[in-house]
């Protein structure tokens, strides 16, 4: 009935014995992945600082256009009375 079951009695599954080499090979893959997948998350937060930077920069430069926009509003308004 309960033939899956180990001695330990816990429910688990035997697992089948492992090939070492294929152990070793997934390993190896699995650390390429990783590998891969860290560089690629460093290459993508240096984008995204170079980008807030660029925000950062036009942002600035918003603001400043913006006062430039009221100075010369109120300095229109104010050679109309």
Known sequence: MFQDMDASGWGQPELPP????????????LLK??????EDLSTMLAKIKSVQAEIDKLSSGNEMLQMYI????????????
């Open 18 to 29: 492992s090939d070492p080499v294929k152990d070793a090979i997934m390993k190896e893959q």
């Open 33 to 38: 992945e990783i590998s891969t997948s860290r």
């Open 70 to 81: 009221d100075n010369l509003t109120k300095q229109m308004a104010a050679q109309r009375r």
